[in-house]
């Protein structure tokens, strides 16, 4: 089965550090732009950063600086390392397979169940 | 404040037909970057249900459509039926910033 398995959110501290897991099943993350997503309580989604093919990353404003993203190819999983936490990065976090580095590329057409992360202040 | 502008909420009767409008600029929608639509509920992993403006992946109903003109983007959806009230967002690229991907804020749709 082709999916997406986020893991790793829960409940840490500002200024508090998390990784979140994100394990591919079904095909192999090396053949797409792999990409995280959040939703803040109450907002809409919001992008966080991408993993090209290439070995790009790119980040929002919003976390530039403080949030990194890599991929173990043999392990198949991707990961979002984020540092400095903040009150505002508390989402749920989402994993999401891009159709890159095809012609649409930024279309995201599998997307992981989530996972919460609560920055305590 | 989101990048791309979309009504908070809109809502249709069964069987009618409603619109959401996706409002960018010219570093977004108006560079003639793809539009991309995604249906959620919450809780549950967001569905892609329009890519490159028009497209409809597999499994998508023909009563979902996209269109695209200018700064603006829109999503069709004809036939209302009462599981089609969800969240949509819409999605583009936005040159400003390498890289960048940009949500609109959200429309909930309201089935009446």
């Known amino acids: 089965e082709v999916q997406l398995v986020e893991s790793g959110g829960g409940l840490v501290q500002r200024g508090g550090s998390l990784r979140l897991s994100c394990a591919a099943s079904g095909f192999t993350l090396s053949s797409n732009y792999m990409t995280w997503v959040r939703q803040p309580p109450g907002k809409g989604l919001e992008w966080v950063s991408v993993?090209?093919?290439?070995?790009?990353?790119y980040y929002s404003e919003a976390v530039t600086g403080r949030f990194t993203i890599s991929r173990d190819t043999s392990e198949n999983v991707f990961y979002l390392q984020m540092h400095s936490l903040r009150a505002e990065d508390t989402a749920v976090y989402y994993c999401?397979?891009?159709?890159?580095?095809?012609?649409?590329?930024?279309?995201?057409?599998?997307w992981g169940q989530g996972t919460t992360v609560t920055v305590s202040s | 404040q989101s990048v791309l502008t979309q009504p908070p909420s809109v809502s249709g009767a069964p069987g009618q037909r409603v619109i959401i409008s996706c409002t960018g600029s010219?570093?977004?929608?108006?560079?003639?970057?793809?539009v991309h639509w995604y249906h959620h509920l919450p809780g549950t992993a967001p569905r892609l249900l329009i890519y490159g403006d028009t497209n409809r992946p597999s499994g998508v109903p023909d009563r979902f459509s996209g269109s695209k003109s200018g700064t603006s983007a829109s999503l069709a959806i004809t036939g209302l039926q009462a599981e089609d009230e969800a969240d949509y967002y819409c999605q583009s690229y936005d040159s400003s910033l390498r890289g960048s991907r940009v949500f609109g804020g959200g429309t909930k749709l309201t089935v009446l």
């Open positions: 010219s570093s977004n929608i108006g560079a003639g970057h793809d």
């Open positions: 999401a397979r891009d159709f890159g580095p095809s012609r649409y590329m930024g279309a995201l057409d599998l």
């Open positions: 993993f090209y093919t290439t070995g790009g990353t």
